[in-house]
């Protein structure tokens, strides 16, 4: 990729490295980390997820959608909403 941008001479461009357009990047692993983490001590709601990673809604389903993709984490609703838990307690 250095070798085109240099033949290009494209001095403002940059290359961008661990792309991946379906899944999680190594950049936003924390805040997956983090959502694993916080469901390790107890089951959690969406709403609770997002008071404690301050991220809105929207970006986590994405995340807790991945987790439950990978067998990560369980989706149990409740009366009082849908918890997520950690799919293995050993995690």
Do not use: Q
Request: cysteine-free.
């Amino acid at each position: 990729m250095e070798t085109i941008l240099n033949v290009l001479n494209l001095s403002n461009a940059e290359i961008v490295t661990d792309f991946a357009p379906n899944g999680i990047t190594g950049r936003d692993k924390t805040i997956e980390l983090s959502v694993l983490d916080a469901l390790k001590r107890r089951p959690l709601t969406l709403d609770d997820i997002k008071t404690l990673t301050g991220r809105n809604v929207n970006e986590l389903n994405k995340y807790l959608r991945t987790l439950e993709e990978k067998k990560l984490i369980l989706r149990k609703p409740e009366k009082r909403g849908v918890f997520y838990t950690i799919a293995e307690p050993g995690l």
